[in-house]
């Protein structure tokens, strides 16, 4: 497989821009993990601070309207997926057991 490159100081401008994890996915084409690959990378390279990245997070918990939870990882979303940004996982294929419709009483 072939390495990827990317753009760093885009991508730092980006999230100091206020771009949250779902905008710099979609911008990127990134999977979740490997969205916090790249973070890693860059914490290790000095070019992002730890706390810098904590901080953000909270800010994006708080600010975040919730349209769509992960049924397997169950992080909330701004917007409904087919495939959740941050596990991956396939949403139709990740369906909770239907619960039987027949009902039985005693008469």
């Known amino acids: 497989m072939a390495k990827r490159t990317m753009n760093a100081p885009k991508f730092l401008a980006d999230i100091k821009g206020g771009m949250d994890d779902v905008g710099l996915m979609e911008k990127y084409r990134l999977s979740g993990d490997l969205l916090q690959s790249v973070f890693g990378k860059l914490v290790d390279m ?18 975040i309207a919730i349209a769509w939870e992960c049924l397997a990882c169950g992080i909330p979303q701004p917007k409904e997926y087919d495939e959740c940004p941050r596990c991956g996982v396939i949403a ?15 008469p």
């Not at 294929?93 to 039985?104: D, H, M, R």
């Open 46 to 63: 000095g070019l992002l601070k730890r706390h810098d990245l904590e901080k953000r997070t909270l800010m994006s918990e708080k600010s």
């Open 92 to 106: 139709s294929k990740f369906k909770k057991p239907a619960v039987s419709v027949w009902s039985f009483w005693e």
